[in-house]
Nanobody, 119 residues
Framework: QVQLVESGGGLVQPGGSLRLSCAAS????????VSWYRQTPGSQRESVAT???????NYADSVKGRFTIHRDNAKNTVYLQMNDLQAEDTAAYYC?????????????WGQGTQVTVSS
């Protein structure tokens, strides 16, 4: 059973930094494209950052220059480094990964981790 577990969320002051982690467990052959999304109450989940298995990245305009997505394939872990956090970054953050296991390739979501930016 493949699972994604996120960590690293919390309360941070404006201008601060956090690093989110998303660790995949189970029998994993390969991890393809990975993404981070965020969602606030009453809003749709929005894409924040994407990293393909070829190393191509894409960021939402609102986080460009502040957030960085990267991966450690040896640890089956994806990270989101968030710098210069602002109040509008407050949201629940979710990772999404396309994972190839013994049963084929599927999309998996993590359970989410809350990020709150407040003074």
């Amino acid at each position: 059973q493949v699972q994604l577990v996120e960590s690293g969320g919390g309360l941070v002051q404006p201008g601060g930094s956090l690093r989110l982690s998303c660790a995949a467990s189970g029998i994993i052959l390969r991890i393809g494209t990975v993404s981070w999304y965020r969602q606030t109450p009453g809003s749709q989940r929005e894409s924040v950052a994407t990293l393909t298995d070829e190393g191509v990245t894409n960021y939402a305009d609102s986080v460009k220059g502040r957030f960085t997505i990267h991966r450690d394939n040896a640890k089956n872990t994806v990270y989101l480094q968030m710098n210069d956090l602002q109040a509008e970054d407050t949201a629940a953050y979710y990772c999404l990964a396309h994972i190839y296991s013994l049963t084929g390739g599927d999309d998996y979501w993590g359970q989410g981790t809350q990020v709150t930016v407040s003074s």
